[in-house]
């Protein structure tokens, strides 16, 4: 393709400019092919990619690349100051590494100078070489500023070992390229284990000089940042994708116990006043709404980070399905051997898609549970700062006990469905495509199982509202639990006084009897459905390989372990839909709990006037005009008529009877009683 392309661009613009004659046309063609044929070292009967392309494209884009990335960052980190650093095994590899590579492109260009190597190669092997000089410069200077390698290196480092991999083929490929170039092909292969050596511990130990976090944001920024590092950023890609960064902590606590000094900081978009903050904010933006929602302010927080996930979960989901395709390949292999290659190549495939499978799942989890983790602390951030804004009628309608409820049951149960919430459109895909590889398996027998399955649905329905109902009854039994414990301890003295303990210990265990009889019923009913579901893939599988087999088709080696291969797939799906979808009902009730209590009546935050910014000005620290106070909106005033200035910097008591209001005047300075058109300073 590449020389079609230069043939093509030659006759358009040098030959036409030149306005040579037809002969000397042909002529200049045939000489450009056969130029391009000996830079190219191409074996037709190959058909691999061709040297030229490579030395010619390949090398000349990714040089072009790295010199403009790496001009830019050098600059901008040149701005920062150098800090006192060690150097590093990792360091000192890297650099070493990257000599040794500039080195063997050296000899590769003396080497094409001997041996009259077109100049095309030559000068493109050259610029390679100081592409290598400029590397070691950015490691370095990268390195003296306390940070660590940017992804201009490990993108170089990468794609010169991809490219060099592709030359390597190629000039196994063609035979004659290793008998008329002995030299460069050895110094191909020492290339190619040295670039691999390198990718790797670049993309592995990616690490800044010890004591020095990686602030990249520094590199656009003129103050240094304040954010905290995150721990995965401690390592490179191949670190993050094997959790590597946690190793020298768990290292450690091999051998001493670990103290809490031991444990990086928490990043900032992890804290709680940060999510919290988040959260009020869309909050706040909900309220606008005529009808408020919880589940759409904190699908505004979190949505994006939570469909990034999803986007781990699909491409899981996919390479999942590529083992039966590679399973049945192997097995009809086994039982007609071909070309070693093939088979080679179907194991190795084999390995790397659970190899892929695996990552993609750890890091699918990884992510989805960091959201989990921040819409948890989100939850109880805003119901304890609503408990501080409640109004008094709000407060008497509550207890401690069920605003503790929401903080940790409601709460968790939100933070336990959020890693699952991703079944809901995995499970059909997951079922549509094991469906369809099914069918071009099986055939029409598989109609069977699907009927089975689809039989099921009723069933998981009735069942998720049975689990919902259990549910709702079982919280309102704890809530009630909870407000009877709250008032027992509360009048404890009395209850001890009257000797009131044994009634009082009747009604409580008649509460707890009527709670734990919703959550025998409850895990009753759970367990029945869960023995359901684990038994259903198996009675598929057991329907769809009877109608085969009665259909009069042979069931074969290959058929029967790909079939089982995707109803082991379709197993998880099955089991995993009717426990979310019961999850999602537990979660509704929570919602709608929490939405009652963030939608309760507030106190006035603007009942007192704090005016920070003329308190010199105030010669008093508190003012009242013409005060009247009431403790509900339908009651009587519990204060009025009241005139107050507290002067700043003296001792100020309140000496009255009892009853006329002591509590209500510093509750009305606080702003904690509704007030009538009165002005608190």
């Not at 940070?147 to 190629?170: I, P």
């Not at 491409?315 to 007609?336: E, R």
């Not at 099914?438 to 399955?453: T, Y």
């Not at 106070?629 to 700043?648: C, D, M, Q, Y």
Request: glycine share 6%.
């Amino acid at each position: 393709l590449f020389k079609c392309f230069v043939l093509t661009v030659s006759e358009r613009f040098v030959v036409r400019s030149l306005k040579l004659t037809r002969f000397d046309k042909q002529d200049f063609v045939q000489k450009v092919a056969k130029r391009m044929a000996v830079t190219c070292f191409q074996d037709e009967a190959s058909g691999v990619l061709s040297t030229c392309f490579i030395d010619l494209v390949g090398y000349s884009v990714a040089v072009l690349l790295f010199w403009i990335g790496a001009l830019l960052h050098i600059r901008q980190a040149v701005r920062l100051p150098s800090v006192s650093v060690t150097f590093s095994k990792h360091f000192l590899i890297k650099e070493a590494l990257q000599v040794v590579a500039t080195v063997l492109v050296s000899a590769r260009v003396l080497a094409f100078l001997d041996q009259g190597v077109p100049t095309e190669v030559t000068v493109s092997s050259l610029l390679v070489g100081f592409s290598w000089i400029l590397a070691l410069v950015l490691t370095a200077v990268e390195y003296t500023r306390g940070l660590k390698s940017s992804w201009v290196l490990l993108a170089w480092w990468t794609t010169t070992f991809v490219l060099s991999s592709v030359v390597l083929q190629g000039s196994l490929a063609s035979a004659h390229i290793v008998s008329v170039y002995p030299p460069d092909f050895a110094v191909q292969c020492i290339t190619l284990i040295v670039l691999a050596t390198l990718a790797f511990v670049g993309l592995y130990f990616n690490s800044g000089p010890p004591g020095h976090g990686p602030q990249y944001g520094q590199l656009s920024e003129d103050e240094p940042s304040t954010e905290q590092p995150k721990p995965e950023d401690m390592g490179g890609l191949f670190s993050r994708l094997s959790f590597g960064w946690i190793n020298p902590l768990l290292s450690l606590g091999t051998k001493r116990p670990l103290e809490m000094s031991d444990l990086s900081l928490l990043p900032s978009d992890l804290a709680a006043e940060h999510v919290g903050r988040r959260f009020a904010e869309s909050w706040e933006q909900e309220l606008l709404r005529e009808s408020p929602s919880v589940a759409r302010a904190l699908w505004r927080c979190f949505g994006r980070y939570f469909m990034l996930s999803g986007l781990i979960k699909f491409a899981h989901d996919t390479i999942m399905f590529a083992k039966p395709v590679l399973l049945k390949a192997v097995i009809a292999y086994v039982q007609s051997p071909g070309d070693v290659y093939l088979g080679l190549g179907l194991a190795a495939g084999l390995f790397v898609a659970s190899v892929l499978q695996t990552v993609l799942i750890n890091q699918y989890f990884f992510h989805v549970y960091k959201v989990s983790m921040q819409l948890r602390s989100a939850v109880i951030a805003a119901v304890y700062s609503k408990a501080f804004h409640l109004s008094n009628k709000a407060r008497s309608e509550r207890t401690v006990g069920e605003i503790v409820n929401l903080q940790s049951i409601d709460a968790t149960r939100l933070q336990e469905l959020m890693p699952y919430l991703h079944v809901l459109w995995s499970s059909p895909y997951q079922l549509i495509v094991a469906t369809i590889m099914l069918w071009q398996v099986l055939g029409p027998s598989i109609f069977s199982g699907v009927a089975l399955m689809i039989l099921t649905i009723p069933i998981s329905g009735v069942c998720a509202q049975k689990l919902g109902a259990y549910q709702q009854k079982m919280m309102d039994q704890k809530d009630a639990r909870a407000k009877l414990m709250n008032e027992i301890l509360n009048g404890i003295r009395v209850v001890k006084v009257f000797a009131w303990e044994n009634s009082f210990i009747q009604r409580v265990t008649e509460v707890r009897n009527l709670e734990l009889k919703q959550l025998r019923d409850s895990t009753v009913l759970r367990a029945a459905v869960g023995y359901f579901w684990m038994a259903t893939p198996i009675l598929v599988s057991v329907a769809a390989f009877a109608t085969y087999t009665l259909l009069g088709n042979e069931l074969t080696a290959a058929s029967a372990f790909t079939a089982l291969a995707l109803f082991d797939i379709v197993r998880f799906p099955l089991n995993m839909l009717p426990a979310v979808i019961t999850g999602i009902i537990e979660a509704r009730v929570s919602l709608r709990r929490l939405q009652t209590f963030l939608l309760a009546d507030e106190l006035d935050r603007n009942a007192v006037r704090r005016d920070d910014s003329g308190a010199e000005k105030m010669s008093n620290a508190i003012e009242i005009t013409n005060g009247a106070f009431h403790w509900s909106e339908s009651g009587p005033a519990t204060l009025s008529s009241i005139n107050l200035r507290v002067p700043r910097g003296q001792l100020t008591a309140e000496v009255v009877a009892v009853g006329p209001g002591k509590s209500s005047l510093p509750n009305a300075v606080l702003g904690h009683i509704q007030k009538n058109d009165t002005q608190v300073r």
